[in-house]
């Protein structure tokens, strides 16, 4: 029988495996031949026997890891939660209880196919897609898996609903019908600050400088402190909470999921569709960038990998640029320039007369 594979030497003495039936060179990276002939012998035994090559590749992980015939998902799925903490650990003990990962919960890491693989996201949702990918990486850079599952081109797409900011009109609505002081204070500090509904609903009343007019926290996600100066609505707000501990002493008990779900039946009985509370930080951000609030103020605010503060500084937000004309009118000494005030126009700041010029 003829063999599919034969060894080639090609330029700069390195060897390749010329493919008989699709014309090909695949390079063996080696410039010994005689580890270039196992090679390519290798390859031709491989197409003859793949159920016996797949036995031998077995045994050989076997010497090298003990416990790769043992080792399944679940095993995997348990270790993975071991290496994270706090609301990430909780996401992810809600994430491997999905049913969809029933059916690889038993089945060793070593004879898994892509099949198994396509076969729990096509029972799943898009979250399922996205932790099924970080639990198959996970096994990877462990040594758990000797090879990709399925190759990272070859993986279904994640496509994520477009998210909006909340307008204000949307907003007022809200909190006109809202009959609870503390939610309703909680939506407004939302609006004014646009920080994560887990910063605002752990906010204390030690964390308020009234001397220096600021509020300051260290974000639940990344650790890093806030400082943000507020104005009179801030304040008159802060006035109708607590003088002491938490601010918010409902909504901080409540989980994160549950505080969602309480915003979206009220968006749903004022028939408002496309928000959440994250809206809250899209719509911040975009009010930031219309009034000419400096993008690296935006970032120290809402964190500096937002996505609320990429989008919208973008492209998201409509911004009114004012005309080179005005900047050759003020040319001439003048140092600030004056621009429309109409709702949209962004305000622009000090500039030397030298560089306008």
């Known amino acids: 029988m003829k063999q599919r594979y034969r060894l080639f030497l090609r330029r700069k003495s390195v060897f390749y495996a010329f493919d008989n039936v699709t ?5 063996l990276g080696t410039k010994d031949r005689d580890e270039a002939q196992r090679l390519v012998i290798a390859k031709n035994e491989a197409l003859k026997q793949p159920a016996m090559n797949l036995g031998l590749a077995r045994v050989y992980l076997r010497h090298s890891d003990p416990l790769v015939a043992k080792r399944t998902w679940q095993h995997a799925m348990d270790e993975i939660v071991k290496t994270k903490r706090g609301p990430t650990q909780e996401r992810w003990q809600r994430a491997i209880k999905q049913s969809a990962f029933d059916g690889i919960r038993a089945i060793p890491l070593i004879e898994t196919q892509a099949e198994h693989f396509l076969g729990v996201l096509d029972k799943g949702t898009l979250s ?8 198959h990486n996970f096994c990877l850079d462990r040594n758990w898996l000797p090879w990709p599952v399925i190759p990272k081109r070859q993986w279904p797409p994640v496509h994520f609903k477009e998210k909006r900011s909340i307008t204000l009109a949307e907003h007022r609505l809200i909190i006109d019908r809202e009959k609870n002081a503390e939610r309703r204070s909680f939506y407004e500090l939302c609006w004014h600050l646009g920080g994560s509904q887990s910063d605002m609903a752990n906010l204390n009343a030690e964390d308020i400088d009234w001397k220096q007019r600021t509020i300051g926290y260290a974000r639940k996600k990344t650790g890093s402190l806030a400082i943000i100066h507020f104005g009179d609505e801030i304040a008159e707000i802060l006035r109708r909470l607590p003088a002491s501990g938490p601010l918010f002493p409902y909504m901080k008990k409540v989980r994160a999921g549950d505080r969602a779900t309480e915003f979206k039946q009220r968006c749903e009985g004022l028939w408002i569709r496309g928000v959440s509370l994250h809206s809250y930080r899209y ?13 690296r103020f935006a970032q120290e605010a809402l964190g500096h990998d937002s996505k609320a503060v990429h989008r919208s500084y973008a492209k998201r937000a409509e911004v009114r640029l004012p005309s080179s004309e005005q900047y050759e009118r003020n040319a001439a000494g003048e140092n600030v320039i004056p621009i429309d005030s109409h709702a949209g126009t962004t305000p622009v700041g000090i500039i030397d007369s030298a560089q306008a010029s």
Request: with cysteine; hydrophobic share 30%.
């Open 283 to 295: 719509a911040w951000a975009e009010r930031a960038r219309k009034c000419g609030y400096p993008e």
């Open 23 to 27: 014309k090909t060179f695949e390079s």
């Open 128 to 135: 399922t897609n996205v932790h099924l990918r970080k639990l």
